[in-house]
Every structure is written in C-alpha cells, then in structure tokens.
C-alpha cells in the first residue's frame, strides 16, 4: 500500500513503452577518452560491521488515536506553531498472512502538534480500501509492490493507480505523460477531474519503462529523468500467473545510460536537448534551478541501483553478520550537480563544454551526433562517504524551491535506515553532523523562522527513534543554521521507521 510509483501509466499496460537510447561513444579522441574513463567509476560502497539489530523500526505498531502529550526537554520556540506530519508503513501483517518488502506495509500517518513550546502526538492508519478489505478478511488480499495476494480478487496496486486518471486517447500509447493537477479537488469521487496532460514523452522499448519516484521542476521547466532502472511489464502484467509480485519485474540494467527530458512547463514543448550521462538511479531531488540559459538540477544519486531489492523485511529484520552483509551490499546516495544547456544549436562545437557556469565543474559535451553528454560536479566533501552517503535530502522549499540554494538537508546512512542527520553547504562543500548512537533520526523538515530572509534561518524538525527497549522516541528540534540541538519532545509511544512528512503551520 505505502509503495507509490509518481509515474503516469496510460490505460493499456499492454502499449505502455520507455526505451533507453545508448549513448555512442564518438570519435572525438578527447571524449572517447573522458567518457571511458567516467564510466569506469564503480559505485561507492560502505563497509561496516556490528551493525546493531533495527527490527523493532520495522515491526507493526499499534495505532495512537488519542492525543499523547510529550515530555519537552530543552525548549521548542514560541514561535513554533503547527503540525509536523508523517507517513510511513506501519503494518505488515494480516491474520496469518505477511508483507514481503518495507514498501507494502499499510501507512501510518503521525501527527506532531506544536504551540506555545508544547507538543503533543498522535497517529491512526490510513483508511484506504485495501486496509479495509485486508482487515475485513484477516488476510492480504490485494497485491503490493513485494507480495503476491493469491487468490487476488480485488485491484492490484497498479489497477487502483490507473483508476485515479482518464487519459485522452491522443495520449494514450507508448508514452510517458506529465500531467497538472489543479490545487484544489472539485469533488469527492477518487478520479482526478481537471488533470491536464500537458506534454507526452515518446519512448522507443514498448514494454519497458523505467521506474520513476520524483522529478525536477524550475520556475519555466520540468525535467524527467529516465534511469536505466527498468519495469518488465510482461512480467508485471503476468506476475499472478507465475506466481511473482511485482517487485519480480523490476530490474537494474546499467547497459542503458540515463537520459534527462526537460519539457517546457507552460507551452508543453519537449525540448530538443537530447542529454545524457553515465547510468544513475535517484528517488530523490534536491532542487533546480535556471541560469545563464542552463538547467542546474541536483539530485541524490546512487551508481548501484538494486537497492529496491535490498529492502525485503527479512532482511531489514537480519542481525549480526547477516546484517552486516545486506548493509554492505547497497550502493550509497551522493549528492551530485547536472547542468543542462537549454539552447544548443547545430553550430555549437563538438568536444567542448558547453556549460557557461564558472562556479559549477559540472559538464556538457556536444557529440558528434549532437546528444549532449553530461558529467557531474559532487556537491560534498570526501567526508561524506564516511557517513554512508546521504538521503531525504530538504531544503528551505518557502523561499529558495527553484531558486539558487547554498544549503540542504538530509539523513546520513551508516545503517540500513538514516542514523545521523546533515547539512550540506553546497557552496563550500562543508558538512555539519547530529547523531546520537542508537537513535535513527527521519527526514529533515525545515521551518522558517518567522521575519529572516536567511536561507538557514529556522529550525529542523526530525522524528528519532530507537529500538532500545528502556528508551522513548522523540520529536528532534535543531537550530538550522548551527546545527545546535535546541530540544526535544519524547513520547512513549513505539513507531516504526517512516519515510516522509511536511510542517503546515497552524
């Protein structure tokens, strides 16, 4: 229930297409030199060992539907009003029946709500229609991302996704559509009225698309980034027949390099920049941004992109050296920069870097058959890899979303699950680190402190918890700019591992 794929499947799963085109490398001496040589990078790998057991974070917890007051150590600034929310899966079974992968648990929503210095939580399941009929039957009963239902008689995760959109034939096909959403929903039905395909992406492989979490936008443009994590789709559409969930039918094929689409937000217009650079998956970015006729995207990229598989519960819930070798099998997350030149021309020069930001190393080499090769700048320093490389990456969205940033934020892994929290200053490329041993902070939220136009001028709100027994969870407050622990509300309340969560302000 809690996987979520952001990317628009037309009615016919039959025709859905994505193809990969493999970028050539030319003739050009200098860039047949440079492309070899960037390809020949291997992906970074952590090496630990003691791990301590974390299958407590990823165990059902009970719902807490009355409101728990928290026990504030420290202080929570006045200024601080609102509620922080988030979700993540919080139950794994149903009867005698169990989830295969983290991504299937049925979603937990939790509530932090602050005012006046308090806080208070409380957190209740998400009444969808599967956790419904899941709970009518004591069984699973519907499909997930890992975990065949068998026999399945209701939807399956990709059949509910589909019932959301009505596509208009002419976008119906081998394509990829972007769509708009209006801000407000007209009526209580679940299908999306007023959506609006507002460019189709052809692909070229019918029956392969590529797996997609997230995408850049900037002020004028949308960038898709097609990554050579790919769905079988005869393996998905068959998966009940040969008894496969339909995690079975995705694969990491780095044979394919990764192609950036940008699409131009307000005609529909898919630019005819053809970039590309050396095989990445990302799930998440960090921002982008316009300058100097460049799109400048940064994203969390890993050069390993089996971490899906990773993620089975069984092994999640490993312990010793079992544990150590899963952790120590996922390719970590590192911040990079890709700069995209929006207006490249016929008489532009092959084997130069067309790229004009002199503050960015970040490349863009025009080929001889005039796609565009990209190179990245890392956004950290080498200090970073000591962490287990980074994720969850935030920034202050209010007023620096498609803008020119120095910071963001984000959850260092030297675990299978973030255990330190970061911030990245992009410029200097300097790290500040808050960690307690034990304790495995969530995604950074980034408040604003009222009346600053400093960029890092807030606080940063991340839900800690821990497996320790004798230990509560609690509500992290951090002073953004020093990185400074400012306080901290605990709730004896167990809860499992989340992935993501906003502030809305009371």
């Given at each position: 229930?809690?996987?979520?794929?952001?990317?628009?499947?037309?009615?016919?799963?039959?025709?859905?297409?994505?193809?990969?085109?493999?970028v050539?490398?030319?003739?050009?001496?200098?860039l047949?030199k440079?492309?070899?040589?960037?390809?020949?990078?291997?992906?970074?790998?952590s090496?630990?060992?003691?791990l301590?057991?974390?299958?407590?974070?990823?165990?059902?917890?009970?719902?807490?539907?009355?409101?728990?007051?928290?026990?504030?150590r420290g202080?929570?600034?006045?200024w601080?009003?609102?509620?922080?929310?988030?979700?993540g899966?919080?139950?794994?079974?149903?009867?005698?029946?169990?989830?295969?992968?983290?991504?299937?648990?049925?979603?937990?929503?939790?509530?932090?709500?602050?005012?006046?210095?308090?806080?208070?939580?409380?957190?209740?399941?998400?009444?969808?229609?599967?956790?419904?009929?899941?709970?009518?039957?004591?069984?699973?009963?519907?499909?997930?991302?890992?975990?065949?239902?068998?026999?399945?008689?209701?939807?399956?995760v990709?059949?509910?996704?589909?019932?959301?959109?009505?596509?208009?034939?002419?976008?119906?096909?081998?394509?990829?559509?972007?769509?708009?959403?209006?801000?407000?929903?007209?009526?209580?039905?679940?299908?999306?009225?007023?959506a609006?395909?507002?460019?189709?992406?052809?692909?070229?492989?019918?029956?392969?698309?590529?797996?997609?979490?997230?995408?850049?936008?900037?002020?004028?443009?949308?960038?898709?980034?097609?990554?050579?994590?790919?769905?079988?789709l005869?393996?998905?559409?068959?998966?009940?027949?040969?008894?496969?969930?339909?995690?079975?039918?995705?694969?990491?094929?780095p044979?394919?390099?990764?192609?950036?689409?940008?699409?131009?937000?307000?005609?529909?217009?898919?630019?005819?920049?053809?970039?590309?650079?050396?095989?990445?998956?990302?799930?998440?970015?960090?921002n982008?941004?316009?300058?100097?006729?460049?799109?400048?995207?940064d994203?969390?990229?890993?050069?390993?992109?089996?971490?899906?598989?990773?993620?089975?519960?069984?092994n999640?819930?490993?312990?010793?050296?079992?544990?150590?070798?899963?952790?120590?099998?996922?390719?970590?997350?590192?911040?990079?920069?890709?700069?995209?030149?929006?207006?490249?021309?016929?008489?532009?020069?092959?084997?130069?870097?067309?790229?004009?930001?002199?503050?960015?190393?970040?490349?863009?080499?025009?080929?001889?058959?005039?796609?565009?090769?990209?190179?990245?700048?890392?956004?950290?320093?080498?200090?970073?890899?000591?962490?287990?490389?980074i994720?969850?990456?935030?920034?202050?969205?209010?007023?620096?979303?498609?803008?020119?940033?120095?910071?963001?934020y984000?959850?260092?892994?030297?675990?299978?699950?973030?255990?330190?929290?970061?911030?990245?200053?992009?410029?200097?490329?300097?790290?500040?680190?808050?960690?307690?041993d034990?304790?495995?902070?969530?995604?950074?939220?980034?408040?604003?402190?009222?009346?600053?136009?400093?960029?890092?001028?807030?606080?940063?709100?991340?839900?800690?918890?821990?497996?320790?027994?004798?230990?509560?969870?609690?509500l992290?407050?951090?002073?953004?700019?020093?990185?400074?622990?400012?306080?901290?509300?605990?709730?004896?309340v167990?809860?499992?591992?989340?992935?993501?969560?906003?502030?809305?302000?009371?």
């Amino acid at each position: 229930m809690f996987f979520q794929i952001f990317l628009h499947f037309v009615s016919n799963l039959s025709t859905i297409a994505v193809g990969f085109l493999s970028v050539m490398i030319q003739r050009i001496p200098i860039l047949k030199k440079y492309v070899e040589s960037t390809r020949q990078k291997k992906a970074i790998f952590s090496k630990q060992e003691r791990l301590p057991c974390i299958a407590p974070l990823v165990t059902t917890v009970e719902e807490t539907p009355q409101i728990v007051s928290a026990c504030v150590r420290g202080h929570f600034p006045q200024w601080l009003r609102g509620y922080l929310l988030r979700v993540g899966p919080g139950k794994f079974e149903f009867g005698k029946d169990k989830y295969n992968h983290w991504f299937d648990g049925m979603a937990l929503l939790h509530q932090f709500r602050m005012e006046k210095g308090t806080v208070t939580y409380r957190s209740k399941f998400l009444q969808s229609d599967t956790y419904k009929a899941n709970s009518v039957h004591d069984r699973i009963v519907i499909s997930e991302f890992g975990t065949l239902a068998v026999p399945d008689p209701c939807k399956n995760v990709f059949e509910r996704f589909l019932s959301k959109f009505e596509v208009p034939g002419k976008h119906a096909g081998s394509c990829y559509n972007v769509i708009r959403v209006p801000p407000e929903k007209v009526d209580l039905g679940e299908t999306i009225h007023g959506a609006q395909v507002i460019c189709s992406i052809a692909s070229a492989e019918g029956m392969r698309p590529s797996y997609y979490h997230s995408f850049g936008m900037t002020r004028n443009y949308v960038i898709f980034i097609e990554q050579p994590l790919k769905m079988n789709l005869w393996k998905v559409v068959t998966s009940k027949i040969r008894g496969k969930s339909f995690a079975d039918g995705i694969s990491w094929e780095p044979q394919y390099n990764t192609r950036f689409h940008v699409v131009d937000k307000h005609t529909g217009q898919l630019l005819p920049g053809m970039y590309y650079s050396k095989p990445f998956v990302t799930f998440h970015q960090i921002n982008a941004f316009e300058d100097q006729g460049c799109v400048v995207i940064d994203l969390c990229c890993q050069d390993d992109g089996r971490s899906l598989e990773v993620y089975q519960l069984q092994n999640l819930r490993k312990v010793g050296e079992g544990l150590d070798q899963v952790y120590n099998s996922v390719g970590r997350s590192f911040p990079r920069r890709f700069v995209l030149p929006l207006h490249v021309s016929l008489n532009d020069p092959e084997g130069q870097n067309l790229s004009p930001l002199s503050y960015s190393s970040a490349s863009a080499v025009k080929q001889a058959d005039g796609k565009i090769w990209c190179s990245y700048e890392n956004l950290h320093p080498e200090g970073l890899e000591d962490e287990g490389g980074i994720e969850f990456p935030q920034i202050n969205y209010g007023q620096f979303s498609g803008r020119k940033y120095r910071f963001f934020y984000g959850c260092g892994f030297r675990h299978l699950v973030g255990d330190s929290l970061i911030k990245v200053d992009v410029v200097n490329k300097t790290l500040m680190i808050w960690r307690e041993d034990g304790f495995y902070p969530s995604e950074p939220v980034f408040v604003p402190a009222p009346g600053t136009s400093e960029e890092d001028g807030g606080v940063i709100l991340s839900v800690v918890i821990t497996p320790k027994q004798n230990e509560n969870n609690f509500l992290l407050v951090l002073d953004a700019k020093n990185f400074e622990e400012l306080g901290r509300a605990e709730v004896p309340v167990q809860m499992p591992y989340g992935f993501h969560g906003t502030f809305v302000t009371i």
